[in-house]
């Protein structure tokens, strides 16, 4: 057997598993942590002194990971076009 075709057969099979794997762990996880508080909420004033709730996450200190976003913005459209 060739070997590109070998390596294009795995990576047709593999590819649907790691994706639906992904949809899973969004399912199950859908937030991760905000990359500018580090999930904490909050950040540290200009002087330092005082924190004051993250702009980006609201004081929360989730944001929503791409595969949800994905799913959501797909739901919406199908929902619209019934």
Do not use: D, E, Q
């Amino acid at each position: 057997m060739h070997p590109l075709r070998t390596l294009a057969s795995f990576t047709c099979c593999i590819l649907p598993v790691i994706t639906l794997g992904y949809l899973a762990a969004c399912a199950i996880w859908p937030f991760r942590n905000c990359p500018r508080c580090g999930g904490t909420g909050r950040h540290a004033s200009p002087s330092g002194r005082a924190y004051r709730h993250c702009r980006r996450c609201k004081g929360s200190g989730g944001r929503f990971r791409l595969g949800v976003l994905i799913t959501n913005r797909l739901r919406r459209l199908v929902k619209s076009s019934r």
